[in-house]
Every structure is written in C-alpha cells, then in structure tokens.
C-alpha cells in the first residue's frame, strides 16, 4: 500500500463500526432495561427519574406483588408450560415417523405428499382457525387444554426439519440394520430418534417459543380466566384497574418474560442450528 | 449414493430407498401425522374456503350459500381496504429496513473478534421476547406524555409526539416494534449465513485485486448470502403481514381504523361480530395474499441470483 | 535472473505460543518450478500463505522480482494463486471468473457492480480487451466450450484449468499453488500433472508448488524443498534427494516405499555390523551408533537355494502386488523383530512367493546410506576395494 493514511481518519474509520454497533446493541437491549428499572421503582419516581437506578426495595416488592396477585400470572404460565409441552410431545412423535418415510422409504404418493407439506409450510397459523373454532364449540370442548392444543398436535415445519435431517443420515446403517432384521418402526426409534437430538431439540425450541408468545389462538378459544396462557395473562393484567400502574406492569412483563429468554439463551445455539438446517441450505 | 451402488456391485435389488416401500410401512409411519394435518389444516382450510360463500353466523345450523357476495362485500369495505392497505405500508416500512439493519448489523458483528460473543447475545434477546407483554414495555416506551423518548424529543425543542393516539404516527410505531423484533431476528439469521462462506473465496479476492470492502462485498459475501436473503426476506415479510398482537394490545385497531390490519378484521368480523362466512372470505383473501408474496419474493430473489 | 524470482529469506511465524516457521530461506529462480513438500502440518501451506501476502510472517523478508514486498497486500504483490479446492466463485460463470482479475484492475469499482456496473459510460474498449483476454487464456488451456458454464457444473480436472487461467491471465512474475491437483482422483492426476509441467516449461513461468504427495514433487519439480516441522531439511533436485537425502526423515519421506533401516554398531577398526552382516566401513566421522538406510528398490533376492556371493538370510512375511512390481516383505534371521522390504519386477508367486520360504538378500553397495544419532547423512567409505566391498555375513 502507498502513502499511509492520516492517523485520524483512520482511527474514526476503526471506531465506526463500534459505535454502530453498540448504539444497535442499545436499542436492542433498552427496552429489557428500562422494564426492569421501572419494574422495581416505585409511582412517584417512574415518571421523573428516566434511567436512574431505583433507591428502596420496598417499592419493588410491591410492585412483584401487584403483579403476581393482581392477575394469575402463575396460573397462566403454568398453563403455558401444560399446552407447550402437550403440543410438543405429539408433534415430535407423529413428525418422527413421518419425516423417516419422506425421507428414507420410496411408495407412492410420496412426492404429493411432500409437495403438500411444502404448501402447508407458506399458510398462516390463523387461517384454519374458524372452522377449528365451531367444530371445537360444537362439541362443548372450548376452553379447555385440548382446545388450546389440538390445532398444532400436527406440524408441517417439524416435518420438513425433521425430513431434512433424516435425508443426511447414512443410508448405510439403515440399510445395516435391516439386514440385521430390524423392522422400520424399530430403525426409527433405536437409530434415528436418538441421532436426532440437535434437529429435535432446534425444533422443540421453534415450537416452544411459537405457542408460548400465541395471542391469537388462545383469544379466541379461552373464555374464563383460568384457562388463560401468558400473552392473554398480561392482556388481562394491562385492562384491570392495574393497567394504569406502570411499575406493577412491567414486573408482570418481567416475570412473563424471564423464562422464555432463560430457555431461549440456553437454547440459543439449537435454535440458530435448526435455522441453518432448513433456510440456509 | 450407497444404495445405488450396492445394488450395482452386487445386481440384487438394493434397500434403502430404491426399495419400492415396505408394503403398507411407510402408510402407517405417515397415518397419524396426516391424520392430524388433514384435520387442523386440510380441512380446516377447505372448509374456510367453502365458508367463504356462506353466510354462517356461529349458532346457524345450516349453510346458506350467496355466492361471492361476501367477497364484494370485502372489497367495497371501507375498512376491510383500509386494514389491507395498512398491512402493505406496515410491511414496506419493516421489510426493508429488518433486512437491511440485519445485513449491516450481521457484517459488522462478523468482523469483531473479542466482543462478538457478548454482541450475539445482546442481539438475540429481542427475538426472544413475547410479543404481548413488549408490546405493553414499548406502549410506555413511546408513551405521549410520560415516555423517554418523548423526554428526548422535548430535551431537544420538538413537541411530543402522541405515538399511538396520532392516526399519521400510529403505524410507524407499531413498525418500530415490529422492526425492533424482525431485525434482530435478520441478524442472527445473517451471521449463521455468514458462516457458511468459505474463507478461501475470500483469499482468491485478496489474491485477484479485489481490495474495497465495496467490491469484496458484491463479489463474494453478497451472492453467497442470496439464499440466506431468500429466507430472511420471505420470513420477516410474512412476519410482517401477520401483525395482530401489538395492534390488539395497543390501538384495537384505531384510532379510526388507522392501524387496522387484515388479521384485526378477520378477529372481529369472526369472533367479536360471529359474522363467520364474512371473515372466511377475508381469510382467504388473506391466504391468498400470502401465498402470492411468498412465491413472487422466492421466484425474483433466485432469480436475481441466478444471473450474475 | 532475477527477474522474476520468488524468494523467502529467513521467514518466521508463530500462531499463539506455537512456533509454525522457524526462519526458512527459499528462493526459487525465474522459470523454475520449485516444490515444496512435506507432511501435513509442516507449515508448507502457511508458507505459501505468507509469500502470497495472505498471512503476516513475525519476522523475515519477502522478496518477489527482487522487490521487497513484506509489507505489501496481496494483489500489490504481482503474484497468483492456485487453491487446493480452486476457490472459483461458484456464482460466476467461467468466463467472469477467469475476467475476475482484470476486472479489479481495469474497471473502476462502480463499474464492477452488479446492475450498475453494466450501465456505466465508456469503458467498452476496456471490457473488450478483457473479454479478449480472458478468451485467449481459456482456448490456451482448452477449456473455451466451458465459459459460459458454472463451477458446480465442472469437473474436477476441468475447475483445476479454470483455476489456472484465472491465475495465467494477469501474467503474474509468480504462480503459487497450494496442493492444486490433492482432490483430484489418481488417474487424472496422473495427466494433470504432465499437463501442468508441460505448461509451465511453454510459458517459462516462476511456480512454487506446495504438496504433501513427494511422488508429485519428485516428477514436477527442478527442485525440491523437503520441510518438516517449520524448517527446511534440504533443498535440491530431485535426483539429490532421492539419492543423497541430507536427513534420515527425508529419506525416509521421499520414495513411495518404507525405506529399509538397520541399526548398526561399530565393532572396531572402523568396521560396523548391522543384521550381523559385518560391514567393512570407514566412518567419516566416527560415530557410535548409526541408521544404514536402503532402498527397497536396491535390495535384491534370490531363492535360499541358489545364494551366492554376500549378503542375509531372511525368510518372506507376505508378498505386496504393486502392478508391474512387487513389495517382498522379509523377516531377517539374524533379527526376527525387523522387517526388510525389497522391491523387485512381478515374478510368478510359484516361484518362490509362500509365508515363511527361506531366501538370501543382497544389499546393493552402492546404494547404502548411513546416517548418524541425530539423522543426519554420514559420508562414508568402503575399507579396501572390488570384492571386499561385498558385504560379509558373519559366521
């Protein structure tokens, strides 16, 4: 390279990245900050004191407390985890099966099926919802878990990761293990099932955090309090007589948020992981 | 690859997937997710399809077909063609600006060495977040009275904007959730995309000539990123369309109808008004609206790819 | 002669704490085809690295046509690169892959941009000259039919003279190639190989070569580099090496079977005995314990029946098929724990080919090579001449 360039511009040009980066890191992080901060301040200071740090416990206690019995937001967490897991279980045992005969067994039909999970894949979670909804109000089974569940027992997505997953396992050991006498229902669950840890556990994380944060669904569905999840929970929170008490509101959303970000930076390389298996490739 | 050269090294019949399925195996692998597909999505959306032609109100015991009058309904809507015309403006402003933020944001954590784990992190966090209690952090965020960035507005001489109460404002703050959300979200799908790239194309620039970060870009990481751009544009524009939770926290739709959105109307027209055929056809309209901008936006972008 | 040379002057390089280059001096003259060659990890490719600009050497100088380039960036460095995958842009066609490096010298940036560039003014008698060029180069490799198709539809042979005429066409003073033919199958390897040389003899082109494959380096080069653990342990033709390896380690790299090594000792007057044969030695300079190394290829055998003259007994292990040779694989008498390899042209395995047959084995004289304690070739003389250079078996 010629002449050296000027020390000071050069400097700037090394400093701009940090400092985009750090005012993007802001924006991203200030509004988990500044719940938190009001979560544990109490009326007087919330409107005067912007980002300054809250100087009593007492005040935040109180604020917790409203929260925690000014809406049963331990009933509608605890509801989230009932449906999550429900939805969970069925989805990865019925997409297991399916997955290994799309990908590894030939009969016919196979590619209209395929080419049916592909469409169902681009159609919106909120379109079967009405139909859903008279069948389910028919039958007397509204408000209830299946209710909440049983629109995502089955999952084009869980499918199609799975599928993908199963096309780069060796056909060899398959192949091993029939020759050994294995049936297919056993190579599923002895071979496969076990291998596929990483893709299940990038899918369980999708499906966790899709059912988790669902409003729409739950809306429609849940009629009395106590069958409510977590978005409707703070939905409730934020219309009661609480809706206009800043600081109980955000330890509500603090404590609705946690466990999700818990799992979510605990999971954070499954989740990137079962991105890459599927949009990358 | 084995399969077929098992069966040619030993002229047997191979197994694994040239076998022409196991009888009825693969039929009852398949039975129960198809099963349950058919029944909460195949049908389902057959039947809103049908609905669609209906005039079904919850508690009708019959059908009462009238033709595509619910579809003429739909568009000579005041608010129906308000609410769609709100869901392109809201995914124009949040698109591009997910997509790009996420681009440049991606690029920049890319090429730290000590603070990108710490930067990865900070990133994600938005993605994480349930969108209902944010939306309510956000609310007070933007709040017009007693907001922080109200406080920064005024510290520097302009008047307070009322965020969610001013009909020429409301959308654009919905968008910067929404934005705030997606791109994080874009981030962490660029930097997985980013590494992908083999380094040594990298080394081959150096090695050609190729030294503006400019040209190294447009040479190397732009067209290897094109199906990471496909998935991220595809992902965050449906995102987008699907907007419900804020607009149902935050506006209800208002203030007259200027956050409105095709979700909003099919809740209400659906579950508040239990006008069910109606709100068929706006879903369908809604599906089909969909479908369309994802295959237009997967066919352009592999395409554009493909030229180069 | 110094045109356009290519030369590394004690070049060091460490990664963390590890030590990858302890100052190495290479130089290879214009239009020489210099091979560097070691296992991997030896550093050879952080070699090239370095030369190419690619990598930063902690202390050392890289000189190319005689001008220091130390500090320059890799495209001020005039020099081009083959990579061992090619690294061809796979979104390019063969034809904008090959024009890759004119563009970024003839166009301005904005004119290389996509869309935009088409639409930028003038320039056309640029964009013609490179298209040109670029044609030249690719019906000068015979790969013109393949210039509107994209790497993911070639060959592998076929990306390699892609590689190489998006190197040729700037007419670089240097072409570095790192392991350019390793993921190629054999037989086209087998072709690449005369191709490149002959190619590279034509043009009369300055190449160093890096390889972990010696038979590769032995028939490519004018000279070899032998490097092992971040130092040069010879430089020289390949008929040096191959005959008089300066180390132990390069002796036993280069040559496609194990080389044969006999512990011996000295017992006096200049005399050794390895195998219990008695070799009547002078030992330039004395030392006391020594490798006598051979090659299998002058090691002889005939049936036990039919010995004559000098030599061991030895009874055969198993006998490797090589094609138009064979690998015999023997068991010493005198040390049942060793193994000797002679390689010989493929005779009838009825001959005398079963585990465990007796034969007599003659080492050729004049191939002998002895190397001291820390490896290192030892010159040596026979003690006395014509038939007492025969080696003696002891009784």
Redesign the interface.
Known sequence: ?SAPARPLRRRLAALA??L??IA??A??????V??VL?SLKPAAD??SS??ALPTALGPALDNYHYALTGAPLLRFMLNGVIVCAGILV?QV???V??A???A?????G?DI?FA?ILF?L???T?????????AL?HAGLLNSYFALM?????S?FG?FLLRQFFMSY???I??AA??DGL???EI?VGLLLPSAWPAIAAFATFSV?AH??D??WP??VVRTPDMGT???G??YF?DSQLGSN?GA??A??TI??AP??AV??VA?RY??QG??M???? | MSAASISAQTGAPAPGRARAGGGSTPYLMLAPALFLLVLAWFAPIALVALMSFTRYKLGDTGLDFIGLANYARAVGDGRVVQAAGNNLIYAAMVVPASVLAGLGFALLINGRRASRGLYEVLFFLPVTATLVPMSIVWLFLLHGRIGPINSVIAWFGFAKIDFFTDPKVVLFALAVIEIWHLAAFATILYLAGLTTIPRVLYDAAAIDGERHPVGRFFLVTGPMLARTTVFVVVTTTVTALQVFDTVLVLTRGGPMGASDVMLNRIYVEGFRSLEMGYASALTMLFLVAVLVVSLVQTRSVERRAADR | MIKNSVELIDVRKRFGTTPVLTGVSLAAAEGELLTVVGPSGCGKSTLLRIVAGLEAADGGMVRIGGRDVTQAAPHARDIAMVFQNYALYPHLTVRANIETPLRTRGLPLVARLPAVGRLWPGLREARLRIRGEAEAVAAQLEIAELLERRPGQLSGGQRQRVALARALVRQPRGFLLDEPLSNLDAKIRTHLRAELKALQRALGVTMVLVTHDQVEAMSLSDRIAVMFAGRLAQVGSPDDVYRRPATLQVAEFIGDLPINRLPVEPIGDGRVAALGMTLPLRIFPRVDAATLAVRPEHVRIVPADRRSGSGLAATVAHVEALGSDQAWHLVPAAAPTLRLIARQRSIGAAAFGDAGRPVWVRLDPDALMLFDEAGDRVEFAFAGEGEQRSLEAVP
Not at chain 1, 27 to 32: A, I, L, Q, V
Not at chain 1, 127 to 132: G, L, Q
Not at chain 1, 278 to 281: A, C, D, I, P, R
Request: contains cysteine; hydrophobic residues 60%.
């Open positions: 390279m990245p940090h985009v980066l993007g890191a924006f991203m992080c200030g509004p988990f500044w719940m009001t919330i409107f912007g980002f069925v045992t019925t997409a099966f399916a290994y005969a799309l590894k067994l030939s009969f016919r196979r099926i049916a169902g681009a159609v919106p909120q379109v079967p919802a009405i139909p859903i909804f008279v109000a049983f629109p995502s027992f089955a084009f499918i060796p056909d060899e398959i192949d029939r020759l049936s297919e229902f599923v955090a988790w944060n409003l729409y809306l429609i977590a978005p409707l703070m939905m934020r800043y509101l955000m509500a959303a609705v948020l999700l970000l979510f930076l954070r989740f990137v991105v890459t599927t949009g990358l490739k």
